[in-house]
């Protein structure tokens, strides 16, 4: 059986899907699920992921400094199975790119998972403090459970 394959994405890679790739990394099957991220930016591609975010997820288990920042090109819509952004900028950015009607129902926004239809959007926290990390951990870390768990029923279906 073919592994499903999940992709995180945001503006730079460094904060926000650096994160969500390592939460739900360590909330799924690695057998059965494949997850990696990317930015819509360039701007970082080959870095480690900020600071911030390693430290907040160290504080919580997590090791995502394996991780560098990519940025999204339009064969990942060949490559995932589902693709989740933060934002809705960095949403409009990825549909840009998709290459038909079939490849954009991959897309979706990460939180809707949890309040579906709301379209509600995971903040940056890159011009932010501490505090923002860790607001961004647990709304991540949230919807993260919920695709563990579509992820988990659909694998054992």
């Not at 819509?77 to 900028?89: H, L, N, T």
């Not at 990390?133 to 694998?155: H, P, S």
Request: charged share 25%; hydrophobic share 35%.
């Amino acid at each position: 059986m073919a592994k499903t394959k999940v992709l995180m994405v945001c503006l730079g890679n460094i904060c926000r899907s650096p994160l969500a790739e390592g939460i739900l990394k360590n909330k799924v099957n690695p057998d059965l699920v494949d997850v990696d991220s990317a930015g819509t930016s360039a701007e970082h591609a080959g870095e480690l992921p900020d600071p911030r975010s390693i430290n907040v997820a160290q504080v919580n288990g997590l090791d995502i400094t394996d991780q560098r920042s990519r940025q999204f090109i339009k064969s990942d819509f060949d490559k995932f199975d589902f693709i989740y952004v933060m934002d809705q900028q960095n949403f409009k950015n990825v549909m840009q790119l998709s290459p038909s009607r079939e490849s954009s129902k991959k897309v979706n926004l990460i939180l809707n998972s949890i309040a579906p239809n709301t379209n509600a959007e995971v903040p940056d926290p890159y011009y932010g403090g501490e505090n923002g990390f860790k607001n961004v951990y647990k709304m991540l870390d949230e919807a993260c459970d919920q695709i563990a768990k579509e992820l988990n029923t659909n694998a054992n279906a």
